[in-house]
Each structure stands twice: as structure tokens, then as C-alpha cells.
């Protein structure tokens, strides 16, 4: 496979294509993170800073 060239600001690279196979795999990946993240609201944030400063208070 030859590569592509990518012009920087500074300088040119050489990029390597992704095999399709790896590039599956990430997709998958990056699907999967997104669900995650999408899945338990926007309360997540305000559940966690309640269980650290719980914590947070039951140590000292």
C-alpha cells in the first residue's frame, strides 16, 4: 500500500490506510462508547459528585 500524503501546518506526513478490518473494530468501538454515554442521562454527573463527596465526608 503506498501512502497518503497529509499537508500539517509545519510539515508533510505519511499516513498509512487503515485495514478495513481495524476500521470496523473502531467504529464498533467508538458506537459502543457512545451508547454508553448516551445511555444513563444527565444525572450521571450529579450521582457521582454525590457518592465522592459522601465519600469524601465519611473520611474525614
Not at 464498533?28 to 459528585?49: M, R, Y
Request: aromatic share 4%; glycine share 4%; no cysteine.
Amino acid at each position: 500500500m503506498t501512502p497518503n500524503p497529509q499537508n500539517t501546518n509545519s510539515h508533510q506526513k505519511y499516513l498509512e490506510p487503515i485495514p478495513k478490518e481495524l476500521d470496523a473494530i473502531g467504529k464498533q468501538i467508538v458506537d459502543a462508547a457512545n451508547i454508553v454515554h448516551k445511555n444513563p442521562g444527565p444525572g450521571l454527573l450529579n450521582k457521582v459528585s454525590e457518592i465522592y463527596l459522601t465519600q469524601n465526608k465519611m473520611n474525614t
